[in-house]
């Protein structure tokens, strides 16, 4: 992973450039009268180091618009890229490449395997990263070391969720791409999700982006976007950040 920089905040205050850029992305499922558009001429900048909040109602563009940045899906029009790489257009094997070195995935269910431990399950990503951390530490930042020889089914749902956490970080990802990842889970074990979360954004530099119905979680964010009917509708600066312990909902 590239060194965290949040140096470009110079004394003249410059910010540092975008590392994504995404100018009138359009997303248009089916065809004729099942036609849906999904995204609708979105155009967005998002900084090196910074935590996105996604918010919005059910069919709002959010997962659409994640799924391209993670190179997952691809907009019928419009373009996407992320430093020098062309997402948009790029090839099977050049988004494939892309995930594998520069995206870690958090969904709202949590695909552990469940015959393997918890560090067998997060060794598995580490084995295909070129530059993996240990997954002990990776466990270490989720606060999970003590439970590394345990199974799935031995957690609570908000431990198996800082698994999937430490799994999608191990491999140093540059992003954190996470969807609804406290949808399953009740206040005090979301709560704990969420700090393993801005943990990882705070202490590796990870830029992350986070999708959620939930704004209350939009306090922890230094951004918030908001979407409806596939745009984004508002944008917030967020000054001052609250901490996960301080999330009420």
């Not at 975008?18 to 995204?39: E, I």
């Not at 609708?40 to 090196?48: A, P, T």
């Not at 993996?132 to 070391?145: F, H, I, K």
């Not at 964010?221 to 000054?239: C, F, M, Q, T």
Request: net charge negative; hydrophobic share 40%; with cysteine.
């Amino acid at each position: 992973m590239q060194a965290y920089e949040r140096e470009a905040e110079s004394s003249a205050n410059v910010p540092p450039a975008p590392v994504f850029v995404a100018r009138g992305l359009t997303k248009v499922y089916g065809s004729g009268d099942s036609q849906v558009t999904a995204l609708k001429n979105v155009d967005l900048d998002i900084r090196q180091g910074e935590f996105i909040v996604l918010l919005g109602p059910s069919g709002s563009g959010k997962s659409t618009l994640l799924n391209i940045l993670g190179g997952l899906d691809a907009p019928t029009s419009g373009s996407a890229k992320w430093r020098d790489h062309q997402l948009t257009g790029a090839g099977d094997d050049e988004l494939t490449t892309y995930r594998r070195e520069h995206v870690g995935f958090v969904f709202q269910f949590y695909n552990l395997i469940p015959s393997l431990s918890v560090e067998e399950n997060v060794r598995l990503v580490a084995q295909i990263a070129s530059d993996p951390m240990d997954p002990r530490q990776a466990l270490e930042l989720v606060g999970l070391s003590h439970r590394a020889r345990h199974f799935p089914s031995q957690l609570s749902g908000g431990e198996q969720q800082r698994v999937a956490v430490a799994r999608a970080i191990v491999k140093r990802p540059d992003i954190l791409l996470c969807d609804e990842p406290t949808g399953a889970l009740d206040v005090d074990t979301g709560r704990m999700v969420l700090a393993a979360i801005a943990k990882v954004n705070a202490q590796l530099g990870t830029t992350t982006i986070v999708i959620t119905h939930n704004s209350a979680i939009a306090g922890m964010a230094d951004r918030v976007l908001r979407l409806s009917g596939g745009r984004i509708v508002k944008e917030e600066p967020n000054p001052n950040r609250i901490a996960a312990d301080d999330v009420q909902w």
